[in-house]
């Protein structure tokens, strides 16, 4: 009907669960063909994060993740061993169950996908070169200087490098963005896919698939905050690319803690009331008589550190960049409908901040759009994953 068709998942794979995107390109536009998640936790950030690479003379060292472009000293912690999550036989196929059943469950008809990194699970600095004739010169002196970041061996890890704009043609030196990641998280990637029958077309950060899906080709400074399930992460976009991340053990179960010892019970009755305030709140937010002032109060544990990182971030890309602050602050990840919040943050900073539409360059029946709202910011990175080869 619509002519030669190609189709992917997104496959974002998150401490609150596992998320799923399917979309297929039609007269080349990216059309929803399918969707599902899962809402039971997960361990993947533990294996992403405390990976050692499975270098055995690394382990008495206790290497550690240095820090580079804003990573927290959360992430600045002592890896620990990922073979052991390989050698797990039961781990390999509690991840591989989940991937069948929610493509089973979601009828999926694509077997290519594109999966998720752990932001917490990847090395990311940006590093400064001499400007040399030569490629092979240039990739020898990155190595180098990267090396020198690495607490490891370099051929221990995937690298991938893209040189950033220079402001200026005249300029000796060029900014190169790095991403490392360990091969031995590579290959638990790579080990559940194939079982599960899927193909692993790549692996990419979260922070780039949420730039992609949310800011897009906007190339003015913004600045992106995902509030997942465990951690909320805080990036400066500038041109479709990350420069910036800082990072807090905070998110949608800070929450869940709060309400549960408020109103004294269990933690999932809890999320359950969490889940239904949110969504009366998405319902009729000009109508909610929730009492705001009251309600912050009562929530401060987990307002009060999101303000305070984003005041860092914003002055920390102010000072090392030499430029004005963002324009705009956009929000995702499944607490993001907080109440309130995106308000409070555009009255303290001055700056305009909203919820980010992922679907915004989807097609999909208008029918959907209901649904499809209340679950776009938990969504966000899996469409950009599906978004990656066809914008």
Same mark, same amino acid.
């Given at each position: 009907?619509?002519?030669?068709?190609?189709?992917?998942?997104?496959?974002?794979?998150?401490?609150?669960?596992?998320?799923?995107?399917?979309?297929?390109?039609?007269?080349?536009?990216?059309?929803?063909?399918?969707?599902?998640?899962?809402?039971?936790?997960?361990?993947?950030?533990?294996?992403?994060?405390?990976?050692?690479?499975?270098?055995?003379?690394?382990?008495?060292?206790?290497?550690?993740?240095?820090?580079?472009?804003?990573?927290?000293?959360?992430?600045?912690?002592?890896?620990?061993?990922?073979?052991?999550?390989?050698?797990?036989?039961?781990?390999?196929?509690?991840?591989?169950?989940?991937?069948?059943?929610?493509?089973?469950?979601?009828?999926?008809?694509?077997?290519?996908?594109?999966?998720?990194?752990?932001?917490?699970?990847?090395?990311?600095?940006?590093?400064?070169?001499?400007?040399?004739?030569?490629?092979?010169?240039?990739?020898?002196?990155?190595?180098?200087?990267?090396?020198?970041?690495?607490?490891?061996?370099?051929?221990?890890?995937?690298?991938?490098?893209?040189?950033?704009?220079?402001?200026?043609?005249?300029?000796?030196?060029?900014?190169?963005?790095?991403? #490392?990641?360990?091969?031995?998280?590579? @290959? /638990?990637?790579?080990? !559940?896919?194939?079982? =599960? $029958?899927?193909? &692993?077309?790549?692996?990419?950060?979260?922070?780039?698939?949420?730039?992609?899906?949310?800011?897009?080709?906007?190339?003015?400074?913004?600045?992106?905050?995902?509030?997942?399930?465990?951690?909320?992460?805080?990036?400066?976009?500038?041109?479709?690319?990350?420069?910036?991340?800082?990072?807090?053990?905070?998110?949608?179960?800070?929450?869940?803690?709060?309400?549960?010892?408020?109103?004294?019970?269990?933690?999932?009755? #809890?999320?359950?009331?969490?889940?239904? @305030? /949110?969504?009366?709140? !998405?319902?009729?937010? =000009? $109508?909610?008589? &929730?009492?705001?002032?009251?309600?912050?109060?009562?929530?401060?544990?987990?307002?009060?550190?999101?303000?305070?990182?984003?005041?860092?971030?914003?002055?920390?890309?102010?000072?090392?960049?030499?430029?004005?602050?963002?324009?705009?602050?956009?929000?995702?990840?499944?607490?993001?409908?907080?109440?309130?919040?995106?308000?409070?943050?555009?009255?303290?900073?001055?700056?305009?901040?909203?919820?980010?539409?992922?679907?915004?360059?989807?097609?999909?029946?208008?029918?959907?759009?209901?649904?499809?709202?209340?679950? =776009?910011?938990?969504?966000?990175?899996?469409?950009?994953?599906?978004?990656?080869?066809?914008?």
């Amino acid at each position: 009907m619509f002519g030669k068709s190609s189709s992917y998942l997104g496959i974002d794979i998150g401490a609150g669960g596992i998320k799923l995107v399917e979309l297929h390109q039609q007269k080349k536009r990216p059309v929803l063909f399918t969707y599902a998640f899962t809402e039971a936790p997960v361990d993947v950030h533990m294996i992403a994060a405390r990976s050692e690479l499975g270098v055995e003379e690394m382990a008495e060292k206790k290497p550690t993740m240095p820090l580079a472009t804003g990573q927290t000293s959360e992430q600045n912690k002592t890896l620990t061993n990922a073979d052991e999550a390989m050698e797990d036989p039961n781990r390999i196929e509690r991840y591989v169950a989940m991937l069948k059943a929610l493509c089973k469950k979601a009828r999926t008809h694509s077997k290519i996908a594109v999966a998720s990194l752990p932001v917490s699970g990847v090395f990311h600095a940006i590093v400064t070169l001499p400007i040399l004739q030569k490629k092979e010169e240039t990739d020898r002196v990155l190595k180098a200087e990267v090396q020198k970041l690495l607490p490891f061996r370099l051929e221990d890890v995937v690298l991938d490098s893209q040189a950033l704009p220079n402001p200026s043609p005249d300029q000796k030196t060029e900014r190169v963005l790095v991403n #490392a990641v360990p091969r031995a998280v590579v @290959l /638990f990637y790579t080990t !559940i896919f194939k079982q =599960a $029958g899927l193909i &692993l077309d790549s692996l990419e950060p979260e922070s780039i698939a949420l730039a992609r899906s949310l800011v897009g080709r906007d190339a003015a400074p913004t600045m992106l905050i995902d509030i997942g399930a465990e951690r909320t992460n805080f990036f400066i976009i500038e041109q479709g690319i990350p420069l910036t991340h800082t990072s807090i053990e905070l998110g949608g179960s800070t929450v869940n803690d709060i309400l549960a010892k408020r109103l004294g019970v269990e933690v999932p009755l #809890a999320q359950q009331i969490k889940k239904d @305030l /949110f969504l009366r709140f !998405i319902k009729s937010p =000009a $109508g909610d008589t &929730l009492n705001r002032e009251r309600f912050f109060e009562i929530f401060n544990p987990f307002v009060a550190p999101i303000i305070k990182e984003i005041d860092y971030t914003l002055e920390m890309y102010m000072r090392q960049n030499q430029t004005e602050r963002p324009e705009k602050i956009i929000l995702s990840g499944g607490a993001s409908f907080f109440p309130y919040l995106s308000d409070s943050i555009a009255e303290i900073f001055k700056l305009k901040c909203y919820l980010g539409d992922p679907w915004g360059r989807v097609v999909y029946q208008d029918g959907l759009k209901p649904i499809l709202r209340t679950i =776009a910011p938990r969504l966000s990175v899996a469409i950009g994953l599906a978004l990656r080869n066809m914008v």
